[in-house]
């Protein structure tokens, strides 16, 4: 029975459709310099705070965050806290002419378009840091970024040395993920790269100082279409990938010679006026292969793997109804746990209200849900939003519902948001308590997130921060 939902969970990851999104072409390294973050500190800390996502799973979250690998944050936040996420991709001017002339992914042209040779050093120095519920320092980040003609040195917390012009790449110091345009995301290696184009052909090729070796190459079968295959030789191990990119989505695959079962990752998405659905996937064997920097969660997985399914109706108070979800099987076993939910949201942005119901674990035939209603009322500066969340188990005892009310100030320049939230008890009892500044100038960039707590059996007192600073120059 177990291997028999497996096999339909998997058969129901794969629809297809005659229509796909273009907006899936972009591979994850070209996001490096056309991207935006999905969503902030604040957004992950709601999340745990929510009890949506562990503070195991948070880490991870933050963990690609920090590496700047938007799209596996992005395929973390949909699974664990099955939260829609888009990467925000900044919006640059499309000379048509050269549009007419190169048959190369638009994905591929933002990129080199967004490289300005100035004579000019500029960059940009930035630190983050996480605090914990005792004012210590849990972990920070700080990083120098330096540009000069088509050189761009970082260091901090990539030690890293590119050169990028027409279609040529070369790296040197800390390269990874982003730098080899993998849609997996690999280890951090320290040593030398080179990608070059021949016609509708890259070539690339890849070595460190643990004497690891790699060589790649790809095709740009169309605009809108992406092969590539590498080859990697490691001290005690070889391994092949393949990926490819089309308007359906992203599909790569890793098999290290010696392992039963390559690895897998799929994702693929359509969005249409009328029906939206995304399918997200890992699937490996019991042994992750060398060279790839999976989180934990999925390495602990043999299926790690979401689905959603999303349908409007613009003309009926922009009504959308959405259904997703999840399915883990551990690695070693058939089990499979499997999470439902259901949503529906309507109304003008003026005032928006929602309802979703969550099927906390399948297995146990729903025994454990949670209900969440809010309103949302946004405008051009202001934004309000006030939500009640209620678990409910059939065999115990009913619980408060968690009540959160939150207000936001926003301009093109800064940002302020306080929510506070009553944990399921009474205010007397227990109180939350989450503040966001943000501001963004020319040459100055600044992020507060701190949260306040109290608890039956706890004063009131610091629960968590994150800050984040930097200098434009």
Not at 8 to 36: G, H, I, N, R, Y
Not at 193 to 201: D, E, H, T
Not at 447 to 460: G, S
């Amino acid at each position: 029975m177990q291997k028999l939902l497996i096999i339909l969970a998997l058969a129901f990851f794969t629809v297809d459709t005659p229509k796909a999104c273009a907006q899936a072409l972009d591979s994850t390294a070209l996001q490096q310099e056309s991207a935006q973050p999905p969503f902030d500190a604040a957004q992950v800390f709601e999340w745990w705070d929510d009890g949506l996502i562990t503070a195991e799973q948070a880490d991870e979250i933050f963990s690609r965050l920090e590496e700047d690998n938007y799209d596996e944050a992005c395929l973390l936040a949909e699974v664990y806290a099955q939260e829609p996420c888009q990467i925000k991709k900044e919006k640059r001017p499309h000379n048509k002419r050269k549009h007419k002339k190169e048959n190369v992914p638009r994905a591929t042209k933002a990129t080199h378009a967004s490289t300005i040779a100035s004579i000019v050093p500029h960059g940009r120095a930035s630190w983050k840091g996480q605090y914990d519920s005792e004012g210590h320092l849990k972990k920070h980040r700080k990083e120098l970024q330096l540009q000069f003609y088509y050189f761009k040195l970082r260091l901090g917390s990539q030690e890293l040395l590119s050169y990028r012009r027409d279609n040529f790449e070369s790296y040197f110091g800390q390269i990874s993920t982003l730098e080899l345009h993998s849609h997996l995301p690999l280890d951090t290696l320290w040593g030398a790269a080179l990608l070059f184009p021949i016609g509708k052909f890259r070539l690339g090729t890849f070595f460190d100082t643990a004497k690891t070796f790699q060589t790649r190459l790809s095709f740009l079968a169309s605009r809108s279409t992406e092969i590539s295959g590498s080859f990697w030789k490691f001290s005690n191990a070889t391994a092949i990938a393949l990926q490819a990119h089309t308007t359906l989505g992203q599909i790569s695959a890793w098999y290290q010679f010696g392992q039963n079962r390559p690895l897998v990752k799929i994702q693929l998405q359509n969005d249409e006026k009328w029906l939206t659905w995304k399918t997200t996937a890992y699937i490996h064997g019991d042994t992750v292969p060398q060279g790839l920097n999976l989180s934990k969660g999925i390495a602990e997985n043999w299926l790690w793997a979401s689905q959603t399914f999303s349908a409007k109706w613009p003309e009926a108070l922009n009504m959308v109804l959405s259904a997703k979800a999840r399915l883990l099987s551990p690695v070693g076993t058939d089990s499979v746990s499997a999470r439902f939910k259901l949503s529906l949201e309507s109304g003008p942005a003026h005032l928006r209200p929602s309802i979703n119901v969550t099927c906390i674990e399948a297995a146990e035939n729903c025994q454990n849900t949670e209900w969440k209603g809010s309103i949302q009322s946004a405008w051009d500066t202001f934004a309000f939003n006030a939500s009640a969340k209620f678990r409910y188990n059939r065999n115990q005892s009913s619980k408060l519902p968690k009540i959160e009310l939150a207000a936001s100030y926003r301009t093109h320049l800064a940002l302020a948001k306080l929510t506070v939230a009553f944990p399921e008890t009474t205010p007397a009892r227990g109180i939350s308590v989450q503040n966001e500044v943000s501001l963004h100038t020319a040459p100055l960039g600044c992020d507060f997130v701190f949260a306040f707590k109290k608890t039956q059996t706890k004063p009131f007192k610091p629960n968590f921060a994150h800050i984040q600073a930097s200098l434009n120059f």
